[in-house]
């Protein structure tokens, strides 16, 4: 049996994908999602083996809902946009199919995903899915995390800084920090470089936060932020905050 | 008009040359003669330069120009008249005396006339030629201005059309009759959109009339999610408004409110008269603390340069956020001059 999880915001939308995928007798369709917390949670609970996923959603997109997924799963987008089909395909989805599709578009995006799922692990093509997606990055203007059950927005000026903390970041806020399963080369790309700086190799700083730059000895400095927490910069670190405060 | 007063004062001038060499002592057929003649001449030279004026109007620099067209003109005038008098009258040896003693007099008063015609004619050309311009480049900004209007009108999303088209797919299926329905919303709708004119200003009530096939048709798409209130006052269903006006506010309003909450939403239009102004209003649920802090989406920005467009204000739109509501106010004033001008 094949598990699949629907994610769509309209009802009806997810009523014509079950349609057609009550034609196919090895699928069964575990559970209907009305948003991105709904859908992490069926997708935590089923682990399916394929997820039928809008893009524009309620509150996170399904991008972000994505991000949330510590597991590798195999995606086929159903969207109305046609802009997002480069960045589905870098986060290496299946199939993406555009509203209306009709069932033989439907079909050949099934078949393509039992090809991909009987000849190669499903592992190896899906865990790229949460890596590096994004080859062409576009500035982010929020970050969605997930504490335990929690689904949490955090909008980017709200983060005081981003430290590395092996396969995750840890994000801090004014409510502590959220782990997410990103590194650091992502962040560094993707938020305003004048806003953020990579100040050492296991550190980001929101410039805002810093009230003071101490230096200890030569070559050695350490930024105070408002919340009196201190970061080490690297020397190209230290440097690369002067350039950006104008020092 | 100019030509023909411009006759009246050759015509008035050769009977003047007539009775001045009566007086002089020659028969009134001599002085005719001379009179038509020279008359003649300087009417076809002037017209020569009229003529040329219409076809080449000299740039402002190059108006010396015209003053030597004249004098060569009018001193062609003088000679011409001279030579063919004194041809005809050979005998008659006080008249080609007269003849040869007014030529100064003859070719001063030729370029009097000859040079009144040109400057004429070239201050009513300059005067053409800046008024034409100055229409071409009226006639251009209306169309730049329509040509906007039409392209803010007509920002339909397509994204609204596929999605509908897939919930007539999905409903094909199940329930026909439904799915046919929708077609027939859809259709009207569309209809509604295509063929609005902006210089048409339209009833509330028309375009309410409108705005709901819209609202049911995104009804039927997101199913009891959304739901609409519309208090419209019963003074203001006759005010009038631009076509196609509420739509992006409306779909502007939906998308903020469905995709920012996950609850239910509720949209409310709500209509009223005020200083014989019409206000519409409307309200739409929103989460302050994860709605993108972009401000007015590109859906009000281009309502509010088509305000603008269309009645020269930039205050006839407003956004207030009261809590977790977000209102959209728009002002429509009734003063029909103020669309027209």
Redesign the interface.
Known sequence: MIKSVIIDDEPLARSIVKEYLQEDAEIEVMQECGDGFEGVKAIMQHKPDVVFLDIQMPKITGFEMLELIDFPISVIFTTAYDEYAIKAFEAHAVDYLLKPFSKERFNKALKKWKEQHNTTDTKSNTTSLLEDGQKQPEEQSRVVVKNGSNIKIIPVGDIHYIEAYDDYVKIFTKDGYSLKKKTMNYFEQTFNAQQFVRVHRSYILQIQQITKIETLEKDSHIALLKTGVKIPLSKTGYVKLKAVLGL | MGLLYALFFFLWWAVMHVIVIHRFGFSWQTALIDSTINNTLLLILSFAMVMALHYYTPSRSKSLMLFGWSIILSMACAVLSKLVLSKIYEGDNAYVVICHKSFLIRFCIAFLMIGWVMLFSWITNTMKSKQESEARKTDAEKLLREAELTGLRQQLQ??FL??S???????A??KPEEARKMIQQLSDFLRGTLKKDDQQMLSLQEELKHLQLYLDIEK????H?LSTEINANEQSMSLLLPPLLLQPIVENAIKFG?????GDVTIQITTKTENSDLLISITNPF?I??A??KGTGFGLKSVQRRLYLLFFRNDLLQTNINQNLFTTTVIIPQQPSAANT
Not at chain 2, 165 to 171: C, F, K, R, V
Not at chain 2, 220 to 223: K, T
């Open positions: 397509p994204h596929f999605n088209l897939n919930s007539i797919s999905a409903l299926g199940s039927v798409r997101f199913g999610r469905l995709y920012d909450t996950t989460d603390e994860t993108q802090p």
